[in-house]
């Protein structure tokens, strides 16, 4: 079992930055593909970014891709998700999320309740 704690979301400017951070329960951390995903009102979940069990690899969605950074602290059981150059269509709640498998669709096992990032223009 892996519980999941979303913070640092907020409101920030048009071209601003904010740094997520999603705290991991438990001793297995470094087990788990770890993924953030983002949901607006109206909208279906969508997949920001994913990262591999020791970090080596990520991969993100289109939407963000050259703007977001995953990286992640398997000693402190702690992902990031560092957003630059913020636009108004990133207003949405977003997710971290963990699986063994990992991947780009929102089967993901464990899933944090989500922080609140508003971009305003």
């Known amino acids: 079992q892996v519980q999941l704690v979303e913070s640092g979301g907020g409101l920030v400017q048009a071209g601003g930055s904010l740094r997520l951070s999603c705290a991991a329960s438990?001793?297995?951390?470094?087990?788990?593909?770890m993924a953030w995903f983002r949901q607006a009102p109206g909208n279906e979940r969508e997949f920001v970014g994913a990262?591999?069990?020791?970090?080596?690899?990520?991969y993100y969605g289109d939407s963000v891709k050259g703007r977001f950074t995953i990286s992640r602290d398997n000693a402190k059981n702690t992902v990031y998700l560092q957003m630059d150059t913020l636009k108004p269509e990133d207003t949405a709640v977003y997710h971290c999320a963990a699986d063994v498998v990992g991947g780009r669709t929102a089967d993901y096992n464990y899933w944090g309740q989500g922080t609140q990032v508003t971009v305003s223009s």
């Open positions: 438990g001793r297995t951390f470094s087990m788990y593909v």
């Open positions: 990262i591999s069990r020791g970090g080596s690899s990520t």
